[in-house]
């Protein structure tokens, strides 16, 4: 029946067919290894995506892929 809420990015490299299309914000500090105040920068300058669902904020996993993929983060 899917992932747990609040699933870690251990528990994600453990199931690896499984592919996320969004994740929480400490999960995605998590697998970027990055800080908060940094994803919501990035978040802010439009170069990762999120969605706001009820109260939750989820990021879109497939740009922390891109981002951590290009080594961009920095730049």
Known sequence: ??????VTARQLAKQPELKPITVTVPTALAVTGLGRTKVYELV???????????????????????L????????
């Open 1 to 6: 029946m899917g992932l747990p809420r609040d």
């Open 68 to 75: 951590v993929e290009t080594g961009a983060a920095g730049r």
């Open 44 to 66: 802010k300058e439009g170069r990762v995506r999120t969605v706001a669902i009820g109260r939750r904020t989820l990021v879109i996993y497939a740009d922390l892929e891109k």
